[in-house]
């Protein structure tokens, strides 16, 4: 919206050849006038940039959620090492994401492959970012380093975790944000000079971008380590490892589902911006709706988990019902800004069916994720770019992405099958880079014997073996059975 501007030569000419120093009064009224006038657009700067840094906070937040979600679902005997490594994904992603990634993601002006400007944040703030917006990316990015520590929970040495957050913090999510989310990324959506296929990709959140690129990543770390000791029988049978606490499990779902409304609604970075002046519907409305379709596809999928596992296992389980809601939400994600609530609700219930299909292909193939992770944020966020593509509305997709009246939107609401087209290359290509840098890095690990622990190590938890100790007094049901005596052991001393 332009800004009003006052002119006393004008406004001079208005009061008449009677009136007394008619140029100096109407120079004080344009002086009153123009200071109002900035001082609305600095009270706009702020509340958009408040608004982006709470969003940024509740985003960040949801890394004590990772890791209470993380600690519940793995044995008692490696609590703390999960611990350990969620405040890794912050503390390396944090120092990389400052140095490289941002200029991956974000450096502008660039090509379409990849950013090549404000390296360590030189330049900034500037007039397209502040320091607001990097904060906020970097919590993104951080949070898909956290998905990928979930799938390789439970066998994988320190310094690999090192070097994967690194690598992937620092340059493999940025360069796929860089596609996507910036004004010069190839398939962006607000690449108006150049949309990908007239339509670019609608991935609002990051189904793709966030939660694919952290499920992949997770997916081949895992193959490549191979199950845990204990997995699977000799026979192939499944045998559950399950988490110590069902507590922590819930605890950090509902601190997750509390992030998740600066992960969505947070993605519009403003808020103060009417898309009719004067009028009760604007951008506000509109992350309104976007909080609303986020939580109707999380509650559609919780409940379709809970009666889908009732039916299958006669249960009533707690932590599949928690992963099912996270698979809402992930498949959410994408669209959550140009759907209807309605549209959220199916979204949701095919989550939780695409969530269930993935795990029980994964007992098939004896693919081990200990928080299903790589079913879940690969599976859902796979499932979510798709179902954008099939119910984005023409009216909000022109709202939520101005500038480019015309362009294609959802399958089912009339708006063609560009869209569509679009949204399967990006699942392709996602996969096609984490594959290509992901993959060689854990084989590199795998093969330098930087990835798994010894047996003795993984049979004996590593909170003793790698930490210094347990973070409980405790007995896994596991080591019983395998006859293995749980013991503190305390140092030795010699005279």
């Known amino acids: 919206m332009a800004s009003p501007t006052c002119s006393a030569d004008t406004l001079a000419a208005m009061f008449g050849a009677n009136t007394t120093n008619a140029t100096g009064a109407a120079a004080f009224i344009c002086d ?39 600690a519940g679902s793995v044995r008692a005997k490696n ?29 502008t002006p660039s090509n379409g492959f990849i950013g090549k400007h404000n390296f360590a944040l030189k330049s900034i703030p500037s007039s397209v970012f502040d320091y607001s917006y990097f904060l906020y990316q970097w919590a993104f990015a951080i949070a898909a380093a956290g998905i990928t520590s979930g799938s390789i929970a439970e066998r994988t040495q320190f310094v690999a975790y090192l070097i994967y957050s690194a690598f992937l913090t620092g340059f493999v999510y940025p360069v796929v944000s860089h596609w996507f989310w910036s004004v010069d990324g190839w398939a962006s959506a607000t690449n108006l000079d150049n949309l990908f296929l007239g339509s670019g990709v609608i991935d609002f959140a990051g189904s793709g971008v966030v939660h694919m690129v952290g499920g992949i990543a997770g997916l081949y770390g895992a193959l490549i380590e191979g199950p845990r000791i204990g997995r699977f029988d000799h026979s192939g049978r499944a ?46 409305s509109a992350v309104g709706r976007t909080a609303v379709t986020t939580t109707l596809a999380g509650c559609t999928a919780a409940l379709t988990t809970l009666f889908g596992k009732r039916i299958l296992s006669g249960h009533w389980n707690v932590t599949d019902v928690c ?10 994600t994408a ?9 959220a609700v199916i ?78 290359i990006q699942i392709l ?31 004996a938890g590593m909170d003793m073996t790698r930490h210094g100790g347990f973070a409980y007094v405790y007995h896994d049901d596991d080591d019983q059975k395998l006859g293995i005596p749980m013991r503190k052991i305390e140092p030795s001393s010699s005279n």
Not at 44 to 58: E, K, N, Q, W
Not at 256 to 269: A, E, I, M, R, V
Not at 335 to 343: F, L
Request: glycine share 12%.
């Open 323 to 332: 992963n099912g809601l996270l698979g809402g939400f992930a498949a959410i």
């Open 79 to 107: 609590t703390m090492n999960i611990m350990l490594t969620n405040v890794l994904d912050a503390a390396a992603g944090g120092l990389f994401y400052y140095l490289f990634g941002f200029a991956f993601a974000f450096g």
């Open 335 to 343: 669209g959550c800004s140009v759907v209807d609530p309605w549209a």
């Open 347 to 424: 979204c949701g219930f095919v989550a939780a069916c695409v969530l269930t299909g993935c795990n029980k292909l994964a007992e098939k193939v004896k693919y081990d994720d200990p928080l299903e992770a790589a079913q879940l944020h690969g599976g859902c966020g796979a499932w979510g770019i798709i179902f954008t593509a099939l119910f984005a509305k023409e009216k909000y997709v022109n709202e939520v992405y101005p500038g480019k009246p015309g362009r294609p939107y959802g399958l089912f609401m009339g708006g063609g099958g560009k869209l569509l087209a679009a949204h399967v």
């Open 239 to 284: 045998i559950a490892l399950r988490g110590h606490s069902a507590s922590l499990v819930v605890l950090g779902t509902f601190l997750l589902w509390f992030g998740w409304y600066g992960f969505n609604p947070g993605s519009f970075t403003k808020i103060l911006s009417p898309y009719e002046s004067g009028h009760y519907y604007g951008q506000w």
């Open 429 to 459: 290509v996602i996969f096609g880079f984490v594959s290509a840098t992901m993959g060689p890095l854990f084989l590199i690990l795998n093969k330098l014997k930087l990835l798994r622990i010894s047996a003795e190590d993984e049979t």
């Open 32 to 70: 009153q006038f123009n200071t109002v006038s900035t001082k609305f657009s600095d009270t706009t700067y702020a509340v958009d940039t408040t608004y982006l840094l709470f969003s940024a906070y509740l985003v960040f937040s949801m890394q004590l959620g990772f890791a209470m979600l993380c």
